[in-house]
């Protein structure tokens, strides 16, 4: 499911709520990252992702994790990138557990 602009916003008004989860590299994210976060994703739909760059002027580093995340974790999407922080988010198989989104 494509999330529409709508439900983004209301994805990242729920990340508001919650601190970054994990903290990766600028340089590369190994793969023991991506397996952590994806059995984070097991428990939670929304997860935080907070981007260590070297160089704060590097603004695309940030696009390119958000871009490896969502290809690499299954059903991920990125609702929204502020500053050096990703915000996924992947439907709970669970339906009794899944956020009601408009």
Do not use: C, P
């Not at 929304?46 to 871009?67: H, P």
């Not at 299954?74 to 198989?93: D, K």
């Amino acid at each position: 499911m494509k999330l529409t602009s709508k439900q983004k916003a209301q994805i990242r008004k729920e990340a508001n709520k919650i601190k970054a989860s994990f903290q990766i590299g600028a340089q590369e994210v190994h793969r023991s990252n991506i397996l952590a976060i994806r059995e984070s994703f097991n428990t939670k739909e929304i997860l935080k992702v907070k981007v260590n760059r070297a160089n704060k002027e590097d603004k695309n580093i940030t696009k390119e994790l958000a871009s490896l995340l969502e290809k690499e974790i299954a059903g991920s999407q990125v609702a929204g990138i502020v500053g050096t922080t990703i915000i996924l988010y992947r439907e709970h198989e669970d339906v009794e557990q899944r956020m009601k989104l408009n």
